[in-house]
């Protein structure tokens, strides 16, 4: 079974839109850490942001933020007045902290800003 | 300071060959780990070294897949005999410590294997 199920495979929005990727994740593990990567497209995946399950307050970092809801076992991601820079494809991932280091990676959502 | 490093960028070897990918981490993170991404996909864990020994080997594929780490900090992943399916982009991350995932990973550029 897929832990991390991102939905959206392909967003395109126009600049300065704001848009929302989804991410929603499969657990029994009580302690765990929710990341979000973005892959652009020279390849590297950047870190971008790392939850752990006792903290459910929204971040804010800039144009980013994310939602955190453990009853909808979802962490979104929301870009505001998107730029042709976010243009990338977007990870969510997941940790078990019982489990060991892995991390479960979505299949990815591949965001385009058109101009 | 200097990012997770991999080398070579790109490999291309020929069916049945057998090949060495390397991956340098930054400097003062004992965990080290190994990702396989096919195209379109997500990233999919192979292996997790915590210092010289490989604490969870349960992502590797089968027995052709091997792994080291004998300093405790440059690493190589060897695969014997390849197959066409052993094409994709081989990732390597590394971080503080292994700690279940409180600590993030950070990535490296990636080797491209293509297996002709």
């Known amino acids: 079974a897929q832990k991390v199920t991102q939905a959206q495979t392909e967003i395109s929005v126009v600049e300065k839109e704001d848009v929302t990727l989804d991410c929603v994740y499969e657990?029994?593990?009580?302690?765990?850490?929710l990341f979000w990567y973005k892959q652009p497209p020279s390849g590297e995946l950047v870190f971008l942001i790392r939850?752990?399950?006792?903290?459910?307050q929204n971040e804010i970092s800039g144009r980013y933020s994310w939602n955190f809801q453990k009853s909808t076992s979802s962490f979104n991601f929301t870009i505001t007045a998107s730029q042709v820079v976010d243009s990338a494809v977007y990870f969510c991932?997941?940790?078990?902290?019982?489990?060991?280091?892995?991390?479960?990676f979505g299949t990815g959502t591949s965001l385009t800003v058109i101009p | 300071g200097a990012g997770v490093s991999q080398t070579p960028s790109n490999k291309v070897t020929e069916k049945g060959k057998y090949v060495e990918l390397r991956c340098d981490p930054i400097?003062?993170?004992?965990?080290l780990y190994w990702y396989r991404q096919s195209l379109g996909q997500g990233p999919e864990f192979l292996i997790y070294?915590?210092?010289?020994?490989?604490?969870?080997d349960s992502g590797l594929p089968n027995d052709r897949f091997f792994a080291v780490r004998p300093e405790g900090s440059v690493s190589t992943l060897k695969i014997q005999r390849t197959e066409r399916g052993d094409s994709a982009v081989y990732l390597c991350?590394?971080?503080?410590?292994?700690?279940?995932?409180?600590?993030?990973?950070?990535f490296g550029p990636g080797t491209r294997l293509t297996v002709t």
């Open positions: 939850r752990n399950s006792f903290d459910e």
């Open positions: 400097s003062g993170h004992t965990a």
């Open positions: 991350a590394s971080s503080l410590g292994g700690a279940g995932g409180y600590y993030e990973q950070y």
């Open positions: 657990t029994r593990d009580t302690t765990y850490y």
């Open positions: 991932a997941l940790s078990e902290g019982r489990a060991g280091n892995q991390f479960y």
């Open positions: 070294f915590q210092g010289t020994g490989a604490a969870d």
